[in-house]
């Protein structure tokens, strides 16, 4: 079975860019129709859509993040990355590295999850 793992420090000062890694195991993430995608949960927000590559490398991002963020790949190591710049306290959140079965923003489409990594914004 497919499994997926977030790795990446888990304190951030403001103004530096958060960079995540999700290493997937059990399936390549250059599979059809599979998309890749980063999601986060804080006390504030709830649950919030990040954005996906997906398995043809494209990337889609939400309107609200997409200046600040940029998601990709490395197929030779079946991993995939998050980065998201000019971070700040209300970034901070609990981080999931997810596969989904479509191309939109449901949460339906998010069948496996990782484990998630806090992340922490503060000076």
């Known amino acids: 079975q497919v499994q997926l793992q977030e790795s990446g420090p888990g304190l951030q000062k403001p103004s530096q860019t958060l960079s995540l890694t999700c290493t997937v195991s059990g399936g390549s993430i250059t599979t059809n129709y599979y998309y890749w995608t980063w999601i986060r949960q804080s006390p504030g927000k709830g649950l919030e859509w990040i954005g996906y590559?997906?398995?043809?490398?494209?990337?889609y991002y939400s309107p609200s993040l997409k200046s600040r963020t940029s998601i990709s790949r490395d197929t030779s190591k079946n991993q995939f990355t998050l980065q998201l710049t000019s971070v700040t306290p209300e970034d901070t959140a609990v981080y999931y590295c997810t596969r989904g079965t479509g191309a939109g923003r449901s949460y339906r489409y998010l069948e496996v999850w990782g484990q998630g990594t806090l992340v922490t914004v503060s000076s």
């Open positions: 590559i997906a398995y043809s490398g494209s990337t």
